[in-house]
C-alpha cells in the first residue's frame, strides 16, 4: 500500500449501532447490510452481541456463514459463557473475531463490577485466553479507557497482549475525551507497553461532546492502526465516529495521515442510504459525505468557482463516495431483469422467486404512480414491505380520509387483525393524527408516540414519502416505516409496521455491551 501503515476499518453499526433507541433490526436486514459493508470492503464486521439474545444469536450465526470477504467479529463480555456463545455464533466465518472486554475505570470496577484492580486482571487474562482457545484473532477491549488511570491501562494490556489479544482497543465509552489528550494517550500507552508491537491498537471513540471522529483521527496520527466506527455514526446516545468522515479525513488529508485503507469508498452513499431506510434515521441534509447538501452549492461565488474549477470549493468529488450511483432510473417500461440486477447491486437479495415476483409487482405498482424511479425508492420499497421476521398481526386493507378547510378531519381505516376486518372511524387535528387515532382505536395497542418523521425520498412531487414512526410500551421501543406517494398512507403503514413489531415477541435486551 505504497509504503503506508494500513489503517483497518472496524464496523460496529450491527452491534453498537443498533444499540440506538428505536433501530433494532432483524436478521434480514441485518444480512442486507452485512452484505453492503462486505461490498464496501469493510475490514471487519462486529455483528452483533451473541450471548445478548437468540435473535442476535441468530443474526451473527446468518452474518459469518454469508460473509466471506470480511473478518466477521463478535462482542463477548470476559465471561466464559460469553465467549462460548460468541464462538459458537462465528462457527462457520471464513474469518473470525471474538472481542471481549471488561472496565477498567475506578468509578466502574468500584461501583459495577465491584471488584478489585487485580481482579479485573485476572478476568481479562482469563478471558483473552479462553477466547485464543477459538480463533487467533482476539480483540480486547478496556471499558471506560478514557477515564482509567493510565498505570493501570499498561499493566491489564501489557498482561492482555500476553494472554494472546492481537488488538487492543481503547474506547471513550462515555464521550469525554478531547483529541490532544485522547491522542496522547494512545502514544503513552504504545511507548509505555513493552510488547506493544505484537498487537493493533484500536479506538472506538462515541460523540456525546462531538468529537468521535476528531479523537479518532487524533489517536490514528498518534500509532492507533484500527477506527471502530458506523454507518453515518449511529450509535448510543449521541452516537459514534462516523466511517465515512474518518474513512475521507484519511484519503483526503494524505499529507497528514501515513495510512491507506482498502474500503471501496464508492459503496459508502448506498449504504448510508439503506441504513437509513432500515433504522429510520434520516440523515440530515449537511451531514458530512453522505448528506443531501455535501456536494451542493447555492452561492454565486461558489457556483462559478466549481464551473471554473471544480476544486476551488470541493476537497472530495461526489463520484468518489458514491453519489453518482443514482443516474441509473427505472420506470414503467423496465423489465424485470433489469430490476433485479439493480436490486443485486445494492445489496438486496431476495431469497425465493415469490418474493422477487411479489417485489417486482410493488415495483410496477409504484412506476403508475412515478414517472421515474430511483435508488432510494427501491431500497424503501423492499424495506416498507418485507418484515420476514415479524408475523404481521395487523395489516392495513384500505382508508379514506377527509380533510376540508373548515372542516375537522376525518379518517375511515380497514385493519385486518387476526384474518378479521374491523373499521373504525376518528377525527383528529389533521388527517394523520385522525389516521392514527382510528388506527388505535382498532389495535388498542396502549403504545405511545415517541416519534413522527416524514422524509422525502427523491425530490419532486410525485417523490415518494418516507415516514418513520417510533412507538414505546413497557420499555420497549421500535421503529416503523412507510413509504407511498401518498404521504397520509405513508403514515398508516409505518404506524401499522411499528404495532406489528411492537406486539412481536422481544427477542432483543442487551447486558453490559457499551464499549
Known amino acids: 500500500m505504497s509504503g503506508k501503515d494500513r489503517l483497518v476499518i472496524f464496523d460496529t453499526t450491527l452491534r453498537d449501532g443498533e444499540q440506538s433507541p428505536g433501530a433494532s433490526m432483524t436478521k434480514a436486514e441485518k444480512l442486507r447490510i452485512a452484505k453492503s459493508l462486505e461490498k464496501m470492503k469493510v475490514d471487519v464486521i462486529e455483528a452483533g452481541f451473541a450471548i445478548a439474545s437468540p435473535g442476535d444469536f441468530d443474526a451473527v450465526k446468518a452474518i459469518a456463514e454469508t460473509v466471506k470477504d470480511s473478518t466477521v467479529c463478535s462482542l463477548s463480555r470476559a465471561l466464559d459463557k460469553d465467549i462460548d456463545r460468541a464462538a459458537e455464533a462465528l462457527k462457520s466465518a471464513a474469518s473470525s473475531r471474538i472481542h471481549t472486554f471488561i472496565a477498567t475505570s475506578p468509578i466502574h470496577m468500584q461501583y459495577k463490577l465491584q471488584m478489585e484492580p487485580e481482579q479485573v486482571v485476572e478476568q481479562a487474562v482469563r478471558a483473552v485466553k479462553r477466547a ?27 498482561s492482555a497482549i500476553d494472554a494472546g489479544a492481537t488488538t487492543i482497543n481503547i474506547p471513550d465509552t462515555v464521550g469525554y475525551a478531547i483529541p490532544s489528550q485522547f491522542g496522547e494517550t494512545i502514544k503513552t500507552l504504545i511507548e509505555r507497553i513493552p510488547n506493544s508491537d505484537k498487537a493493533i491498537f484500536s479506538v472506538h471513540c462515541h460523540n456525546d461532546l462531538g468529537l468521535a471522529v476528531a479523537n479518532s483521527l487524533s489517536a490514528v496520527m498518534n500509532g492507533a492502526r484500527q477506527v471502530e466506527c458506523t ?62 447538501n455535501a456536494f451542493a452549492h447555492e452561492s454565486g461565488i461558489h457556483q462559478d468557482g466549481i464551473l471554473k474549477h471544480r476544486e476551488t470549493y470541493e476537497i472530495m468529488a461526489a463520484q468518489d463516495v458514491g453519489w453518482h450511483t443514482n443516474s441509473l432510473v427505472l420506470g414503467k417500461h423496465s423489465g424485470r431483469s433489469a430490476f433485479k440486477s439493480r436490486l443485486e447491486e445494492l445489496g438486496i437479495q431476495l431469497d425465493t422467486e415469490t418474493e422477487l415476483n411479489a417485489a417486482f409487482s410493488r415495483f410496477k405498482d409504484l412506476a403508475d404512480k412515478k414517472h421515474e424511479i430511483f435508488d432510494e425508492d427501491l431500497q424503501a420499497l423492499v424495506s416498507d414491505t418485507k418484515i420476514p421476521d415479524v408475523e404481521e398481526q395487523f395489516k392495513l386493507v384500505c382508508m379514506s380520509v377527509c380533510s ?49 418523521s416524514v422524509n422525502a425520498i427523491t425530490s419532486g412531487t410525485d417523490s415518494q414519502g418516507e415516514v418513520t414512526v417510533r412507538l414505546e410500551l413497557g420499555g420497549r421501543i421500535v421503529n416503523g416505516i412507510g413509504a407511498d406517494t401518498d404521504i397520509v398512507i405513508a403514515s398508516a403503514k409505518a404506524y401499522v409496521s411499528a404495532l406489528n413489531l411492537i406486539s412481536a415477541q422481544p427477542d432483543k435486551q442487551h447486558p453490559q455491551s457499551d464499549v
Do not use: W
Open 404 to 452: 376540508e378547510t373548515g372542516m375537522t378531519p376525518k379518517s375511515t381505516i380497514t385493519l385486518m387483525v387476526g384474518g378479521e376486518e374491523k373499521t373504525a372511524v376518528s377525527e383528529g387535528s389533521g388527517p394523520v393524527d385522525a389516521t392514527y387515532k382510528a388506527i388505535e382505536s382498532i389495535a388498542d395497542s396502549g403504545a405511545s408516540l415517541q416519534l413522527y
Open 132 to 158: 485464543r482457545n477459538h480463533t487467533s484473532d482476539v480483540e480486547f477491549s478496556c471499558e471506560d479507557a478514557g477515564r482509567s488511570e493510565i498505570d493501570f491501562l499498561c499493566r491489564i494490556i501489557e
Open 231 to 292: 454507518i453515518n455514526g449511529l450509535g448510543e446516545r449521541a452516537g459514534n465516529a462516523s466511517l465515512e468522515e474518518v474513512v475521507m479525513a484519511v484519503r483526503t488529508r494524505k499529507d497528514l495521515f501515513a495510512v491507506e485503507t482498502k474500503l471501496d469508498a464508492t459503496q459508502i452513499v448506498p449504504t448510508s442510504r439503506l441504513v437509513s431506510t432500515i433504522t429510520g434515521f434520516p440523515v440530515q441534509p449537511n451531514k458530512a459525505i453522505v448528506g443531501a
